[in-house]
Nanobody
Framework: QVSLVESGGGLVQPGGSLNLSCLVS???????????MAWYRQAPGNLRELVAE???????NYEDSVKGRFTISRDTDENTVYLQMNSLEPKDTAVYYC???????????WGRGTQVTVSS
């Protein structure tokens, strides 16, 4: 059974950086490489929103407000996906969730989330 565990969240000042990690276990590297991996976030009172995703072909897509500041990447040897977040702003404060998806394989798995707080 696939399992996702996020790490790397914390408290950072405006303008700072954080690098989130999501370790995917319970699947082989071959299967992991088939997944579309994504980061979502949910702030209090808001719906969960897509922040960034990366396909099996390493095509990345970003929500408009994070373009140029966030970078998603995947390490196929470590079954891990990362979200490098630079120039953080208070509006980036949220719980960040990792997602693994593959329609044909019937996969739509979530981690428990990691809190990111941007505040002075």
């Amino acid at each position: 059974q696939v399992s996702l565990v996020e790490s790397g969240g914390g408290l950072v000042q405006p303008g700072g950086s954080l690098n989130l990690s999501c370790l995917v276990s319970g699947v082989s590297r071959t299967i992991f490489n088939l997944y579309t991996m994504a980061w979502y976030r949910q702030a209090p009172g808001n719906l969960r929103e897509l922040v960034a995703e990366i396909t099996e072909d390493r095509v990345a897509n970003y929500e408009d407000s994070v373009k140029g500041r966030f970078t998603i990447s995947r390490d196929t040897d470590e079954n891990t996906v990362y979200l490098q977040m630079n120039s953080l702003e208070p509006k980036d404060t949220a719980v960040y969730y990792c997602n693994a998806a593959h329609t044909f394989l019937g996969i739509n798995a979530w981690g428990r989330g990691t809190q990111v707080t941007v505040s002075s």
